[in-house]
């Protein structure tokens, strides 16, 4: 069975911190994707990042940084001098094998204060 | 700015009303999906289109109807709805994908319904 887990129900920083958000996935499919999404109070869910089971890589873009790290079935987020705009729902989702179906986890409310 | 548009925004409807959801993609995109979101929760999935045709059901309640008139286009028919179906419905496109190969699916703004 697949599985994505976002522990974190809700994080709350204040503006300028880094913030990191963690995400652990579950699955026997030897290929497989991993996304993030973000989610903001107006609904559209906002494609991030995607990654392959076979490209560890560490990614970062601007603020945003991800750490996919096989050994611990973990794809961790870090968003580096949050800002306000930067508060949404965040969501890790997975997709394994040969199947279009994204298994999102619970997802992270971010709120960053001013 | 998306490329996946979703009209109308926000709907309200009785449990007697016919309405639909359309959802548009201007990426050249072959498979579409329709997904229901409830409030504090993550999307899930509900149908799939691929090449236009239905690849993926999700064992939904035949009060929603889903149609893929073309490769862009995407409806999703709405009859005799309850009010726990009241959430935000997002409409999403990606390629089909080869094999195991998953394409990044990206989604329209979602349509909110209210059933009263």
């Known amino acids: 069975a697949q599985k994505v887990t976002q522990a974190q129900t809700e994080i709350s920083v204040v503006e300028k911190e880094d913030v990191t958000l963690d995400c652990v996935y579950e699955t026997r499919d030897t290929t497989y994707y991993l996304f993030w999404y973000k989610q903001p109070p107006s609904g559209e869910l906002v494609f991030l990042i995607r990654r392959n089971s076979f490209d560890e890589q560490n990614e970062i873009s601007g603020r945003y940084s991800w750490n996919f790290q096989k050994s611990t079935s973990s794809f961790n987020f870090t968003i580096t001098a949050s800002q306000v705009v930067d508060s949404a729902v965040y969501f890790c989702?997975?997709?394994?094998?040969?199947?279009?179906?994204?298994?999102f986890g619970t997802g992270t409310l971010l709120a960053v204060q001013p | 700015d998306t490329e996946v548009t979703q009209t109308p925004k926000h709907l309200v409807m009785g449990m007697t009303n016919k309405k639909s959801l359309k959802c548009e993609q201007h990426m050249g995109h072959r498979a579409m999906y329709w997904y229901k979101q409830k409030a504090k929760k993550p999307p899930e999935l509900m149908f799939v289109?691929?090449?236009?045709?239905?690849?993926i059901n999700e064992s939904v309640p035949s009060r929603f109807s889903p149609e893929c008139p073309n490769s862009s286009l995407l409806n999703l028919h709405l009859h005799a709805l309850q009010p726990e179906d009241s959430a935000l419905y997002l409409c999403?496109?990606?390629?089909?994908?080869?094999?195991?190969?998953?394409?990044?699916?990206?989604f329209g703004p979602g349509t909110r319904l209210l059933v009263l």
């Open positions: 999403a496109s990606s390629q089909p994908g080869l094999a195991e190969i998953q394409e990044t699916q990206y």
């Open positions: 289109y691929s090449y236009e045709k239905l690849s």
């Open positions: 989702a997975l997709v394994g094998g040969a199947t279009n179906k994204l298994i």
